[in-house]
């Protein structure tokens, strides 16, 4: 079946814009996750999403970023008045509820911000 | 607080040499370490994890407490492991889920 989507694949912006990042999980994927990559760093978890509960945002980095997920499936990462220290690629992932640790991913947003 | 090391960001070998990738990592507690892979214009994937203890496309990685590393290891290396390489530290979230922190990785080049 079809794998992590996400959408742009590369997105470009002046600084102070607000993004959209969007993310289509595995179908039947109940936790999804985001991640952030940025130049020369590893990835760095940003936010953790399980079936409709509350989401684990300990890994979001200011107020300026903030994710939703509706109806459990599709997930949207929105950061405000964007920096250009947010340029980076950012990765969502999904893993099924029947347990096990894989994370799948997805090909990632590269986000620039000028 | 978790943390994953890959010292090298750059390991070239040439074909049929063995490799070896390092990892180490700190965590106060009973650690899961994974290896991912992210291929030439492919999405970063799961490549093994130590509890299963398997060796996948001839690659072994061992968990060491007392030396707390987890190094990626292959007997020969062939021109189709050029990649880049993650090593990744399982920690759990509130609700269940893995919260993943990863090296900041090794590209792996294979030479003929």
């Known amino acids: 079946g079809a794998g992590v989507s996400q959408s742009p694949s590369n997105k470009v912006t002046e600084k102070g814009k607000d993004v959209e990042l969007r993310c289509d999980p595995i179908?039947?994927?109940?936790?999804l996750y985001w991640y952030r990559q940025s130049l020369g760093q590893g990835l760095e978890f940003l936010i953790y999403?399980?079936?409709?509960?509350?989401?684990?945002k300990s890994g979001l980095p200011s107020d300026r970023f903030s994710a939703e997920r509706t109806g459990g499936s599709v997930s949207t990462l929105t950061i405000q008045r964007t920096q250009q220290e947010d340029s980076a690629v950012y990765l969502c992932?999904?893993?099924?509820?029947?347990?096990?640790?894989?994370?799948?991913f997805g090909p990632g947003t590269r986000l620039t911000v000028t | 607080a978790q943390r994953v090391t890959q010292p090298e960001k750059l390991l070239s070998v040439f074909k049929g040499a063995p490799v070896e990738l390092k990892c180490n990592y700190s965590y106060s507690g009973s650690p899961e370490l994974f290896w991912y892979v992210q291929y030439s214009r492919q999405r970063l994937q799961l490549l093994l994890r130590h509890i299963s203890r398997e060796s996948i496309k001839g690659f072994t990685a061992d968990l060491n407490k007392g030396e707390t590393s987890f190094h990626l290891k292959k007997p020969f290396a062939q021109e189709e492991d050029s990649a880049m390489y993650y090593c990744a530290l399982s920690g759990r979230l509130s609700g269940g889920g893995n919260k993943l922190t990863f090296g900041t990785g090794t590209q792996l080049k294979v030479e003929l």
């Open positions: 999403f399980q079936g409709n509960s509350a989401p684990d």
């Open positions: 179908s039947g994927h109940t936790a």
């Open positions: 992932a999904s893993s099924p509820p029947w347990g096990g640790d894989e994370q799948y």
